[in-house]
């Protein structure tokens, strides 16, 4: 018997390697197993009850009946079954919330949050800042770390905030991260602005490169007086630019990290035009005797930014959403459905909402306005999604449906051949770990191309935790992909037999593989390289921007690491998620940018002005190991 099963299991893994398509990818994994049922593995089962609340559209959903030897509990707001009321429990570490172990985060269970989990992991000032922007209740270590200083920044933090609601800021008030100490003398990369799209100049940045001359503020002129200067661009991270004032030539002493798109920055000719002075730097100023001569030579042949480059700046940061617009969006405490919100917040294109019902305004939630997360009134209905029906009877003056074409188009699917089914499996991003990439099930095929997904094993009983993928969202996969691509895939919680293999689980569970040719397989050339910094969400606390790095790319997938955090909170992100930002953006838009998390980025910033002011020594290079440190 093991012989014949070595066999079919070589003859299977053969066929496997032959189906292989460009995409590195295994196709028709359900065809050559006639062993396989199209019957899902508890297709029926794991469906989502009516709930009282909730509006089911789109088709019945069966109800669980669970045996009289199962065990209903309630945790977070989900179900889940166990065959008893204890095995199954745990108690978070951090905060002491008792619930059950299969709904903690991360591999240990020792947390019920990644909030918990990070403020245990880190003993640093930082991380107790992020725990109270989290929304956090303070607990006994929050209690001991927390200074007088701490408090400052927070209050500040808060002023920043409200002030912002009325719309744009014009620069920020506040910056507790200094990207240029950060970045050092360019040895670091940034992604550049051209990889986002969807970021203020991200359709107009193409022309920006090395070498361009601009007019600066002069802060070595020794005059009372504001004066400017010209300086070349000597590197690029992002919306910063590494600077050097003419006349420095091959000095990099006195080189310095800007915004190019604050108000300060000029096309070359701005000065002449407006009447202001162009000093030379009091360091070099014995250098040349005719600085009008040196400047007609060097810069001739040169580029400068467009004259319009300002103007272009202003209207690229005026953003469509207002104030008290109505949308969907998706119900943070029960994935599987969405609810009313209303536009609170704008900035940068970001979108805080405040689920209506909400008197308070702190039942809120943070996305990017071109989320897939969000959309217009009405959308839930149109494609049979379950949707929690609100109290409000009518619209309050002020408030207004945001009109559809406002919100992100998905790509039209034909549905008409061979298409996803109920009970299909597949791979997918698991949404409330990011950091895995977990066997899946289709739970639910709705209009328009979209899909209800389940991560197996770790489903509510009422399937409260479904989430909604449309059939070419990035964050889906077929079958194998993760083997072929070298990616550590998250079997189903409790499955023995390891390593997992998919020729097996399809035949114990009686399920078919989702087809190969059904899944988005379109790479668009995105720029990005492993090593780049980057500013990213948390998409486990979306209200949070933060220091990151793009550690690993696999087609289109970006692995996405917060600096000063352990491996275990990298996220797999889309290349073009509207989630990730250039270096700058922050500071441009006026959001708070989080940094990176523990004790070791204050020496790393150390370490970075130190290599500033030690520049005459004409280093040339980083080794990998403190690369991998910033």
């Not at 012989?3 to 032959?18: A, C, G, I, P």
């Not at 959308?379 to 003056?397: E, M, N, Q």
Request: charged share 25%; aromatic share 10%.
């Amino acid at each position: 018997l093991r012989y014949f099963r070595s066999l079919t299991e070589t003859h299977v893994e053969r066929q496997s390697r032959k189906r292989r398509d460009s995409f590195g990818m295994l196709d028709g994994l359900d065809e050559d197993r006639s062993s396989c049922s199209t019957e899902s593995s508890g297709g029926s089962g794991a469906s989502s009850p009516e709930d009282s609340e909730d509006e089911e559209l789109g088709g019945g959903v069966t109800q669980l009946n669970p045996s009289s030897s199962l065990t209903l509990i309630k945790t977070n707001g989900q179900v889940y079954t166990y065959p008893d009321g204890k095995a199954g429990m745990a108690t978070c570490e951090m905060c002491g919330m008792v619930g059950v172990r299969d709904a903690f985060y991360s591999k240990t269970k020792r947390f019920c949050s990644v909030s918990c989990s990070r403020s245990y992991s880190s003993n640093s000032k930082k991380a107790s800042i992020l725990a109270r922007l989290q929304g956090k209740p303070p607990t006994k270590k929050a209690k001991v770390l927390q200074k007088q200083p701490l408090m400052t920044k927070l209050a500040a933090y808060a002023q920043q905030q409200a002030n912002q609601q009325g719309g744009v800021k014009k620069s920020v008030s506040m910056e507790l991260f200094d990207w240029g100490r950060y970045l050092g003398d360019g040895d670091v990369m940034g992604a550049p602005v051209s990889c986002f799209q969807h970021v203020p100049m991200g359709n107009s940045w193409g022309g920006i490169s090395e070498g361009i001359r601009v007019e600066v503020p002069n802060t070595d002129s020794g005059l009372p007086m504001k004066v400017y200067w010209i300086a070349g661009i000597i590197k690029l991270a992002g919306f910063k630019a590494l600077l050097r004032y003419e006349g420095f030539d091959c000095d990099s002493t006195r080189d310095f990290w800007l915004n190019l798109c604050v108000p300060d920055i000029h096309p070359v000719g701005w000065c002449a035009a407006g009447g202001k002075p162009l000093v030379p730097p009091q360091s070099i100023l014995h250098r040349f005797s005719n600085w009008k001569t040196f400047l007609i030579k060097r810069l001739t042949g040169s580029k400068t930014l467009p004259p319009d480059f300002a103007s272009k700046v202003q209207e690229s940061m005026q953003f469509p959403f207002k104030k008290q617009m109505r949308v969907e969006v998706v119900d943070k405490t029960h994935l599987c459905r969405t609810r009313v919100a209303l536009v609170e917040q704008v900035i940068g294109g970001r979108l805080r909402l405040v689920y209506e019902e909400c008197d308070d305004g702190t039942d809120d939630f943070w996305c990017h306005m071109y989320s897939p997360l969000i959309h217009s009134i009405g959308w839930s209905r149109s494609i049979g999604h379950r949707f929690k029906r609100s109290d409000v009877s009518k619209k309050l003056d002020g408030q207004m449906d945001a009109p559809g074409q406002l919100f992100a188009k998905v790509k039209e699917v034909d549905q008409s051949g061979r298409w996803f089914e109920d009970g299909m499996k597949l791979e997918a991003i698991d949404p409330l770990n990011l950091s895995a990439i977990c066997v899946a099930t289709v739970r639910k095929v709705l209009a328009d191309g979209y899909l209800m997904i389940g991560i197996d094993g770790s489903e509510a009983a009422d399937g409260s935790d479904w989430f909604c993928y449309h059939s070419t969202s990035p964050s889906i996969f077929p079958a194998g992909f993760c083997e072929i691509n070298n990616i550590e895939l998250t079997p189903p919680r409790g499955y023995s037999s390891l390593p997992f293999r998919w020729f097996e689980y399809l035949k114990e569970s009686k399920s078919v593989a989702a087809p190969v040719n059904l899944f988005n397989r379109d790479v668009p050339n995105h720029g990005f390289r492993p090593g780049m910094k980057l500013e990213a969400v948390d998409l486990m606390e979306p209200r949070l921007v933060c220091v990151a790095t793009v550690t690993r790319i696999v087609h289109r997938l970006l692995r996405i690491h917060f600096d000063g955090w352990e491996d275990e909170y990298d996220q797999w992100v889309d290349c073009e998620s509207p989630d990730l930002y250039p270096v700058g953006w922050c500071q441009l838009t006026g959001y708070q940018l989080q940094p990176p998390a523990v004790n070791a980025g204050s020496r790393d910033l150390q370490s970075a002005a130190s290599r500033q002011r030690k520049k005459s020594q004409q280093y040339k290079g980083q080794k990998k190991s403190e690369a991998a440190s910033l």
